[in-house]
């Protein structure tokens, strides 16, 4: 119940093209999810949150899309460039943030 | 600037040799994380501070151990580390719960070899 799921496990995009990753989870307590972009041999970096209350949250090129009902949510990044190639990872969250459960990652790769 | 600082970046031991693994934050949170990334994974909760507060995850080796002698600094202690215990360690920190979701910040990891 603690998982998220997350796919595709990996992506190839073409310059310009939109991103499109998707993660799903089964426990309704999460009410906090954030997307995090990881450059090899660095550390994860917050991309962008969205909290259950709204449906969708845009900065920038980065929009996240979330579905209560289903327990879906997916990450969209418009006019992919070839510097946005990473590793990306879900997240879900409750009760403040404190524990965080990861998805499984993916590696997106913008060719141009 | 203010950061998450790990040390060292990359760290060879041999097997059953104790080592630590040292993070420092600058950003004066309340929250510090351990976790464990393996290749190609998602990081790992391996346990956290809250203050002075240890937070042990139920599925976390009695191997791991971790101190936080002050607001700054967070040591992992793998006492007597095994070849599955290689793997990328990443330290992260965030502000303390009871203001609503505050994000983690990462360092940029250290990555342990076991010989």
């Known amino acids: 119940q603690q998982q998220v799921k997350q796919s595709p496990q990996s992506l190839i995009v073409q310059k310009g093209g939109i991103s499109i990753i998707n993660c799903a989870y089964e426990?309704?307590?999460?009410?906090?999810f954030p997307w995090y972009q990881q450059f090899p041999g660095k550390g994860p970096a917050l991309l962008i949150a969205?909290?259950?209350?709204?449906s969708e949250k845009k900065e920038g090129r980065f929009t996240i899309s979330f579905n209560k009902s289903a327990k879906q949510f997916s990450l969209h990044i418009m006019d992919s460039q070839p510097g946005d190639s990473a590793t990306y990872f879900c997240?879900?969250?409750?009760?403040?943030?404190?524990?965080?459960?990861f998805g499984t990652g993916t590696q997106l790769k913008v060719e141009l | 600037d203010a950061m998450v600082i790990q040390n060292p970046r990359y760290q060879v031991t041999q097997f059953g040799k104790p080592v630590t693994l040292s993070c420092s934050q600058t950003?004066?949170?309340?929250?510090m994380y351990w976790y464990q990334q393996k290749s190609s994974q998602a990081p790992k909760l391996l346990f956290h501070?809250?203050?002075?507060?240890?937070?042990n995850e139920a599925d976390t080796p009695d191997n791991f151990q971790s101190r936080r002698p002050n607001t700054s600094f967070c040591f992992l202690d793998i006492r007597s580390p095994g070849l599955g215990d290689a793997a990328m360690y990443l330290c992260?920190?965030?502000?303390?719960?009871?203001?609503?979701?505050?994000?983690?910040?990462f360092g940029d990891g250290t990555r342990l070899s076991i010989l």
């Open positions: 992260a920190t965030s502000r303390g719960v009871g203001k609503g979701h505050q994000p983690q910040h």
């Open positions: 426990n309704t307590a999460f009410d906090y």
């Open positions: 969205i909290r259950p209350d709204v």
């Open positions: 997240a879900a969250g409750t009760g403040g943030g404190n524990k965080l459960t």
């Open positions: 950003l004066n949170h309340n929250v």
């Open positions: 501070y809250y203050d002075k507060d240890f937070n």
